[in-house]
């Protein structure tokens, strides 16, 4: 029997510290030259044995994201000017608008769905979530799926 890789999108404050410091290890051997991964490893406070154990399997979001669809899921209040709101923080951020489908408001709630594409120029999509979620009037935001 094959086992197959499952994935999942979680949320930094889920995530064990190890994992975050093999990410941050990952990014200062991006992005200085001449540096050692033991160099790397002793700046973040991780062993070379975890950072070897976790590096092919830890990957920022935004890194790999280009040319890939993200469905996003709102439970938010029925207020006007709200999706027009979020439609231009999704403008901003540089990506683009598939698909929109808003469910019919049951006791001044809407549940809404949208897919984007993410482009070479879209800007960081953790930050455009974070800022989406802290609009007035959306309770929380969820990606769905990733293509």
């Known amino acids: 029997m094959t086992k197959t890789n499952n994935y999942y999108i979680v949320k930094e404050k889920a995530l064990p510290e190890v ?12 992005s200085e030259q001449a540096i050692t991964v033991q160099e790397a490893t002793e700046s973040v406070g991780i062993s070379r044995s975890s950072f070897y154990k976790y590096k092919d399997d830890i990957f920022q979001f935004h890194d790999n994201t280009q040319g890939t669809t993200i469905t996003l899921t709102f439970s938010m209040d029925d207020k006007p000017g709200l999706l027009a709101d979020l439609l231009k923080i999704i403008a901003k951020y540089g990506a683009n ?25 879209t800007k960081d999509v953790s930050k455009l979530i974070e800022e989406m979620e802290q609009q007035q009037g959306v309770h929380h935001v969820k990606i769905l799926a990733k293509e």
């Open 19 to 30: 994992l975050l410091k093999v990410v941050e290890a990952k990014s200062l051997l991006d």
């Open 97 to 121: 608008i598939l698909t929109i489908h808003q469910s019919i408001p049951i006791n001044a709630m809407a549940s809404l769905s949208i897919s984007i594409q993410l482009l070479k120029d």
